[in-house]
């Protein structure tokens, strides 16, 4: 968050990225994708909000593991 200029601005992140992913999951939206880990650290880790979010580095990490799986399993 070096980004940002004053405390103040600092203390609000959570609140305005919390009002945002509210808004999002009113909209029947199922799955919010962060462009960046700095969302994940503005929320407290127990935050319900945050289970509906999906780290995209963490995602592909998985998929590129199920594919090694399954191409391991192919060739046998």
């Given at each position: 968050m070096q980004g940002f200029k004053t405390q103040k601005?600092?203390?609000r992140m959570p609140n305005l990225?919390?009002?945002?992913?509210q808004m999002l999951t009113v909209r029947a939206v199922?799955?919010?994708i962060l462009a960046s880990d700095d969302?994940?650290?503005?929320l407290?880790?127990?935050?319900p909000l945050l289970k509906k979010c999906v780290d995209p580095?963490?995602?592909?990490?998985?998929?590129?593991v199920?594919?090694?799986?399954?191409?391991i399993k192919d060739s046998k």
């Open positions: 601005t600092q203390k990225l919390r009002i945002a992913l199922n799955i919010i969302g994940k650290t503005l407290a880790y127990d935050d580095l963490d995602s592909l990490a998985r998929s590129t199920k594919l090694a799986k399954s191409a």
